[in-house]
């Protein structure tokens, strides 16, 4: 039995989740630089939670509604991300955001202080956390929801991927 995309979200939300936190609780720990400007890294933070909150959930929704219906049984693997690729996109963008970092002392500054830091490193994984606590629950009880009112089991079908997007498929429930 494939999973279905509810499943597959909670399971990659969390795993992305934890990757974020971990990432935040190293950079935090190893560097002091990380800490500074902390309103200004909680605003990006909050912008960063706002768009995934408006945004994401409306692409969500556009995926839903060009689903494809699929036949009892004809829903494949359900198309899942490895797990342990999950962290992968975020990891690189903190090694770019931490390579930016090293070599600050040539860049911009303002105040005297090079614009790359570690807190540059810090909003990346914590920005991974919080895209990860939305998939997992924000977009998770979306689709619920919605598989509730339309009596629908979605699943991801094959031709997803991170520059295709979800493909989404769904089998009436009986």
């Keep these: 039995m ?14 992305l989740a ?15 630089q990380s800490r500074r ?17 408006t945004v994401g959930r409306r692409k969500l929704r556009q995926e839903m509604d060009a689903a494809v219906e699929l036949q009892p049984g004809a829903e494949g693997g359900g198309d899942p991300t490895p797990l342990w690729r999950v962290p992968l996109p975020p990891a ?3 090694l770019l955001a931490a390579s930016s970092t090293l070599s600050a002392d040539r860049g911009p500054r303002f105040r005297g202080q090079p614009l790359a830091g570690w807190d540059a ?6 920005a991974t956390a919080l895209a990860g606590i939305a998939q997992a629950l924000l977009f998770e ?26 493909q989404l498929g769904y089998t009436r429930r009986g």
């Design 121 to 126: 490193v810090l909003r990346a994984t914590a």
């Design 18 to 32: 934890a990757a974020g936190v971990a990432g935040s609780a190293v950079v935090l720990a190893a560097t002091s």
């Design 141 to 166: 009880r979306e689709v619920a929801q919605a598989e509730t009112i339309q009596g629908r089991t979605y699943y991801r079908i094959a031709g997803s991927g991170p520059f295709a997007g979800t």
């Design 37 to 53: 400007w902390p309103l200004h890294s909680a605003a990006q933070l909050a912008l960063g939670a706002a768009l995934v909150a």
């Design 2 to 15: 494939a999973p279905t995309y509810r499943d597959r979200l909670r399971a990659e939300g969390l795993v």
């Design 92 to 94: 690189a963008l903190a």
